[in-house]
């Protein structure tokens, strides 16, 4: 079965600053998608970003890129100049190719230091 | 469109008691999910429907728990009776299935505490 690993329950940053976090994952497929997902205190769950496994390019979505790292099976999210509005859960997902179910990591808390 | 909507937002019942959670998929959409979300087990997936129908429900815990999608609008996931065990946070999504481009909307989840 397919497992998503958060490594870090917390990670803070000062504002304006870089964090990375962290995400691993495990399957035998070569056909999958990557997401990270983000929670604010409203509790909705928010895409922030996708990564096709095909596709040796790393995603980017303004502020936020991943470092996709296929063959360590890695899939980092790199928050750029960070805001105060970025503080939540962010979850890591992974999903099969012709499949629909997400499995998701445990989430890492992110808080930005004003 | 108002995304995919859920309710109630809280739910606080007595253990033994029937829930019900309702939800509405964005329109056109064709795939519904059900997750729950809880400290200890995070975000499982309990059940899917694609066109209305159940496609995997490994996922429900028990017979306690069932869901239904009579039209392509609505669905609801029951739990019959409730335990304390169930207290969690259930979340809706619904998505537009094939093509690479998927991708899946939450709704804001009802909050369900059973004491």
């Known amino acids: 079965a397919q497992t998503v690993t958060q490594s870090q329950p917390e990670m803070s940053v000062q504002e304006a600053e870089t964090v990375t976090l962290s995400c691993t994952y495990d399957?035998?497929?070569?056909?999958?998608?990557l997401f990270w997902y983000k929670q604010p205190p409203s509790r909705q769950m928010i895409l922030v970003i996708r990564?096709?496994?095909?596709?040796?390019q790393n995603a980017t979505e303004n502020r936020f890129s991943v470092n996709f790292q296929k063959a360590a099976k890695s899939f980092s999210l790199k928050i750029s100049d960070s805001q105060l509005g970025d503080a939540a859960m962010y979850f890591c997902?992974?999903?099969?190719?012709?499949?629909?179910?997400?499995?998701f990591g445990q989430g890492t808390r992110l808080t930005i230091n004003p | 469109d108002a995304g995919v909507i859920q309710s109630p937002r809280h739910e606080v019942t007595e253990m033994g008691q029937e829930v019900t959670l309702r939800c509405k998929p964005i329109?056109?959409?064709?795939?519904l999910f059900w997750y729950r979300q809880t400290m200890m087990r995070g975000l499982e997936l309990l059940i899917y429907?694609?066109?209305?129908?159940?496609?995997?429900d490994s996922g429900m815990p028990e017979d306690r728990f069932s869901a239904k999608m009579p039209n392509a609008s609505f669905s609801t996931l029951k739990i019959q009776p409730s335990e304390p065990r169930d207290s969690a946070v259930y979340f809706c999504?619904?998505?537009?299935?094939?093509?690479?481009?998927?991708?899946?909307?939450f709704g804001s989840g009802t909050q369900l505490s059973v004491l």
């Open positions: 997902a992974y999903r099969r190719g012709g499949a629909q179910k997400l499995v």
């Open positions: 329109s056109g959409h064709n795939s």
């Open positions: 429907f694609n066109n209305n129908v159940p496609i995997d």
């Open positions: 999504a619904s998505s537009l299935a094939g093509g690479t481009n998927e991708k899946l909307f």
């Open positions: 399957t035998s497929e070569s056909d999958y998608y």
């Open positions: 990564q096709e496994a095909y596709k040796q």
